[in-house]
């Protein structure tokens, strides 16, 4: 799905059409992408939580931090969640100079679908991880490490962005976050009142 665009064609994310219709012998179609996916995630964590165990300089520690969240940023908006889920987000600035966010989504009619284990994989390294360090920041915070704030605001960000793109790629573009949990929540209180009634 395109914001801002009123081409609609469907593009082909890296060679999805070459195995449409191909039934899979394997539950994971991907398994080196799903490796990475979770990789580098895991990586930056365990190297921050061990960083006093492995080195004894902040500035290593701090590097190999900001390289691993890096690689991860990369690997999972560029890679993985073209191969896992078929999503994929970016910024395109324009001929006029004005920045337009796009995301979009694999058609279903006829192309591959992404796995379940594969689909599961994903959105469960992309939704806990960045909550783990969302938990960094607060620990950080509370035990006055400041040193270590930067680092920890680094990781909510690439994390928090990736997984903000991937949302908005599911829900769809044009969809406006607030007003699609705005419509939930009401749904979900207009069913609890109309029950209500019907038990008097």
Not at 82 to 105: A, I, T
Not at 112 to 139: M, N
Not at 140 to 157: A, E, H, N, Y
Not at 183 to 193: E, H, I
């Amino acid at each position: 799905m395109l914001t801002g665009d009123a081409n609609d064609e469907d593009v082909s994310l890296f060679d999805a059409e070459e195995d449409a219709g191909k039934p899979s012998k394997r539950s994971v179609k991907h398994p080196v992408a799903s490796f990475f996916h979770l990789f580098f995630r895991v990586s930056a964590t365990l190297v921050y939580l061990l960083c006093d165990l492995l080195s004894a300089s902040f500035i290593a520690s701090m590097v190999s931090i900001i390289l691993l969240l890096s690689c991860d940023f990369w690997t999972v908006k560029n890679v993985t969640g073209r191969l896992m889920v078929g999503l994929r987000w970016w910024n395109q600035v324009d001929d006029d100079g004005q920045s337009r966010w796009v995301f979009e989504s694999r058609k279903g009619s006829g192309k591959q679908q992404a796995s379940d284990s594969e689909s599961r994989i994903f959105w469960l390294g992309l939704i806990i991880c960045p909550v783990i360090w969302v938990v960094f920041a607060f620990s950080v915070l509370f035990s006055v490490k400041i040193k270590w704030m930067p680092l920890v605001i680094m990781g909510v960000v690439l994390q928090g962005a990736n997984l903000y793109g991937y949302v908005r790629c599911k829900v769809g573009g044009k969809t406006n976050l607030k007003n699609m949990a705005t419509n939930y929540f009401g749904r979900q209180f207009l069913k609890q009142a109309l029950s209500k009634e019907e038990e008097s």
